[in-house]
C-alpha cells in the first residue's frame, strides 16, 4: 500500500510539475506579447553621457602616491611626456609619464601641467586644498571636465540606417556638393546653415500630414516626394532628411524624441536633431521644422537641448540668439526670446528626451524582437536621466521568470527522459521474463 501511495505521489508531482511549466509559458508569453507595457528595457543616460563622448579630453579620476602625491588620471590616455608642474608657491619640476603626478601643498593650492611631449593637450590647471593629517583632499576646480562615467563614441548615435543604400548616399553627397555647395573650407557651423537653408528653401511648402508610409520610406525618397509635392512631411521627416544631409556632409548628427503624457493623454511630441560641432566639441540643437538652425549663448558656443530646456524652465532667454531661416528663405539671427514658441510647446516638465534609434521603422524578426526583448538596449532608444522617471522593476521581472522558467523546463525535460528511461527498461524486463 505504502509502495502504491508512493508512486500516486510522484505521479501527481510530475502533473504538477507539467502545469507549472505550462503556466509559465502563458506568463513568458503574456509578457512577450505585452512588452511595450514596460517589460522592456529603459536606458537611461545623464548629462555627462548624453553630451561627452569617449575622444572627451578629460580626469578620470585620482590616484593617491607616496609622500603626498596626487596621480591625475587623464582619458584618452596621453602619449608618453615630459610634464612641466608648477605649484602657486613657485615650485617647478618634471615628471616623465604618461600621466602626471602633482606634489601636493598643504592648504588650498594651484597647479598648472603642461605636456612638452604632446602638443594636442592643453595647459591643465587645477586648485586642490590638501590637510593631510586628516586625510582630506578636496579637488576645487580643474580646468578639464570630470568625468568617471562610461562615455560612448560619437558613432553609436550618428550611424546611418542600414537600409540606405551607396546609391542614395552617392546621391546625397553629390547634391551637397553641386547644389548646396558645401566645401571643406566651410566651418561645420557654415555647413549646418547652407544645409538648413537648402533643405528649408525646398520642403517648407510641403509641411503637412504625411502619410502612413510616408515614414517607412527612406530620406531620400521622403526627400524627393517632398520636392515634387507627392506627400506632405513633418517633424520626423525633416528631422530624417537633415539626418541624412548632415552625415554625408560629414556632421555628426543625431535625432532626439520628446514625448510626453498624462492619463494618457499627451501632452507633448516633437523631432529635431543635434549636430556635433567638432571646432566646439559641443552639441548643437538643430530644428528644420521651426526653421531653427541654432541657438548660441552671449559667447556665440551653440547650446544643446537640455540646455534650452533648462533657460525655458528657468526663463532665462537673455544672450540667446537663435540663427533661422526667415520666411524669405535667408539666414538670419533673432532673440531667441522671440522664436521659442516650438519649445515652450514641447519642451514641458512633463516631457521625457531620447536619442532615436536609427533602425526604429525597421521591420524586425522574431529572432531581433526577441533579442531585444531581453537585452538592456532601449526599443525606442536612451532617455535623458534628468526627465524621465524609470522604473525597470517589469525588466527584470521579466528576465527572472524567463531565467525560473528554463530552468524548470531543463529539469522537467530531465524527469521526463527518466522515466521514459525507466519505463523502457521495466518493459524490456516483462519481456525477458
Known sequence: ??????????????????????????INRYMYINRFLGYLYTERLNYNEFYYSEKTLRVQGFQAEQNDSLKIKILPLPKKSIWIIKDSKGNSYTVINELPTIKLLKGKANYTLTASGDN???????????????????????????????LFPIERWTKLNKTISENE????????????L????????????????????KLRSSEGAPSEKMRQLSPLNQYNLACSKKNEIDCGNYADIFHLFANCAGIPTRKIGVAGSIDYITTSGHVFNESYISEQEKWAFVDLTSKKLMVLNSTNEVLNTIDLLNARISKTFEGKTAIVVNSKNEIDSVPYAQINQAEDEHFKRTASFYIIKEDINNEMNFKETFKEYLSTTSHYGPYYNGTIKVDNSKHYLKLYTFQISVFLFFIWCFVLAVKLILGLLKSVKRKII
Open 169 to 180: 548616399i552617392n546621391e546625397v553627397k553629390k547634391i551637397i556638393k553641386e547644389e548646396i
Open 1 to 26: 500500500m505504502k509502495k502504491i501511495y508512493t508512486v500516486v505521489l510522484k505521479e501527481w508531482f510530475f502533473i504538477f510539475f507539467t502545469l507549472l511549466i505550462v503556466l509559465l509559458f502563458f
Open 182 to 201: 558645401i566645401t571643406d573650407s566651410n566651418t561645420t557651423l557654415e555647413k549646418i546653415e547652407k544645409i538648413g537653408l537648402y533643405l528649408v528653401t
Open 120 to 150: 594636442n593637450l592643453p595647459v591643465i590647471t587645477l586648485e586642490i586644498e590638501s590637510l593631510p593629517e586628516q586625510e582630506y583632499t578636496d579637488v576645487l576646480f580643474c580646468s578639464l571636465p570630470l568625468l568617471e562615467y562610461q
